[in-house]
Structure formats: structure tokens, C-alpha cells
């Protein structure tokens, strides 16, 4: 079992930069991918990004890719992610989410065993 809690969202201005945390329980951290989702009402979840278990490789959004990088401290048991050059759309409660070594950095959620409660992110003008 796995659990997870997010920190670091709160109100920002468009061109802004914030910096997300998910800090994970267990001992078996190092073996879990980990992911950031991200959902605003209305919408259906959205992938954010990914970091591979063991190689660290990471895959990215479309809508995030080259404003966002995502990486991983085994030692704190915790995952980044860095967003920067802010934009009103990227309004949306951000999940973070673990899986098991076989889902690699998978961009699909149903992939994922456990999921956080998230932490809201809200882009101004």
C-alpha cells in the first residue's frame, strides 16, 4: 500500500512558475513510477507527466512539454514537478499518482494503483 500527498499548488499569475511535491509512504518507493495527472471540473483527467522507475525516463504531455520537468528523489521518497511559463488553462487539481514497475511511464491512468488527493493549481491573468 501506498500513500500519497501532494503540496506546493495555490494562485498564480499567468507566466508564473510553481513547483509540486508528492511525498509517498512505504519503503518501496524506488520501485514505483510515478505520475502527475491533472483534472479541472468539467474535464476528464488529464496526463501531465511521467518518471520511470528505475531509469528515470520521462514522458511528458503535450500540453506541458518543454514548460514542465518532473523528477524524483528516492532518498525523500518524493516527486517533483516543476512547472514554469504558467497559462490560465493549466488551471486544474493535479493528482499525483504510483504505479507498479510494469507501468514504465505510461500516459494512461488506468495504469496507476494509487492515486493522491491533489492539490489545486489556479492560473490567473
Known amino acids: 500500500q501506498v500513500q500519497l500527498v501532494e503540496s506546493g499548488g495555490g494562485l498564480v499569475q499567468a507566466g508564473g512558475s510553481l513547483r509540486l511535491s508528492c511525498a509517498a509512504s512505504?519503503?518501496?518507493?524506488?520501485?514505483?513510477?510515478m505520475a502527475w495527472f491533472r483534472q479541472a471540473p468539467g474535464k476528464e483527467r488529464e496526463f501531465v507527466a511521467a518518471?520511470?522507475?528505475?531509469?528515470?525516463?520521462?514522458n511528458y504531455g503535450d500540453s506541458v512539454k518543454g514548460r514542465s520537468t518532473i523528477s524524483r528523489d528516492n532518498a525523500k521518497n518524493t516527486v517533483y514537478l516543476q512547472m514554469n511559463s504558467l497559462k490560465p488553462e493549466d488551471t486544474a487539481n493535479y493528482l499525483c499518482?504510483?504505479?507498479?514497475?510494469?507501468?514504465?511511464?505510461?500516459?494512461?491512468?488506468?495504469?496507476?494503483?494509487?492515486w493522491g488527493q491533489g492539490t489545486q493549481v489556479t492560473v490567473s491573468l
Open positions: 499518482a504510483a504505479g507498479r514497475p510494469t507501468t514504465a511511464f505510461s500516459a494512461y491512468a488506468r495504469t496507476y494503483d494509487y
Open positions: 512505504g519503503r518501496t518507493f524506488s520501485t514505483y513510477s
Open positions: 518518471i520511470h522507475w528505475s531509469t528515470s525516463n520521462t
